[in-house]
C-alpha cells in the first residue's frame, strides 16, 4: 500500500506532464508523435485525415493492436489492463495503438493516457474518423480492440481486450506464427 505522500508525489508528477504536453501537442503528428512519458506517445490529428491508410503505413511490417476507448471505467480499465498484456507478451513483438472517441474531452484524455502509463501510441478521433473507424471495425460495443498482423491484415476485428486472457490464449498462436 502506497502512503499519501507517495500517491502526492506521483499525482503531483503526473500534473506536471499534463500541463508541459499540451503546448507541445499541438505540434505532434502521426510520423512525428510527442513522448510525453518513456515509451508514451501522444499525437495531433488533423480532422478530416485519412488515419487508417496512415496507421497501416507506419506500422507496416509490425503487428498492432489497436484498443478503441471511452472515457468511462470500462475504458479507462482497459488502458491499465493493457500494460499487463504488454507484459505479457514478448518484448517488442506487439504495437499498441489506444484510440480515443471523439467524444472525449482533449485535456482528459491526455490525463488519461499519462496516468494510465499504458506504453503505445495514444490518438483521439474527430467524429467523422471515429465514424469511419467504427464502421471499418464493425464496433459493436467499447472498449473494442482490433489486431492487425504485419501486412496489414485483420487478424481479429473483434480481438480479446487486454484482461481477456482465455481469448487472447485462442488466438495466440495466429499472431506468433
Do not use: C
Amino acid at each position: 500500500v502506497r502512503s499519501l505522500d507517495e500517491l502526492h508525489h506521483i499525482e503531483s508528477l503526473d500534473s506536471a506532464v499534463i500541463r508541459a504536453v499540451e503546448s507541445k501537442i499541438e505540434a505532434a503528428t502521426l510520423n512525428d508523435p510527442t513522448e510525453v512519458l518513456p515509451g508514451i506517445f501522444l499525437t495531433n490529428i488533423p480532422p478530416f485525415l485519412d488515419v487508417w491508410s496512415q496507421l497501416k503505413r507506419k506500422f507496416k511490417g509490425k503487428i498492432v493492436y489497436f484498443l478503441f476507448w471511452t472515457n468511462d471505467e470500462w475504458g479507462r480499465r482497459a488502458l491499465a489492463e493493457a500494460n499487463a498484456l504488454r507484459a505479457s507478451l514478448p518484448p517488442n513483438s506487439v504495437e499498441f495503438v489506444y484510440v480515443s472517441e471523439y467524444k472525449t474531452n482533449d485535456d482528459v484524455w491526455r490525463e488519461a493516457a499519462i496516468k494510465s502509463r499504458s506504453r503505445g501510441l495514444h490518438l483521439k478521433l474527430d467524429e467523422s474518423q471515429n465514424d469511419y473507424f467504427v464502421a471499418e471495425w464493425a464496433v459493436t460495443q467499447v472498449p473494442y480492440a482490433v489486431l492487425m498482423d504485419a501486412n496489414g491484415k485483420y487478424i481479429r476485428r473483434d480481438a480479446p481486450l487486454p484482461a481477456d486472457r482465455e481469448g487472447w490464449s485462442k488466438i495466440w498462436n495466429k499472431v506468433f506464427n
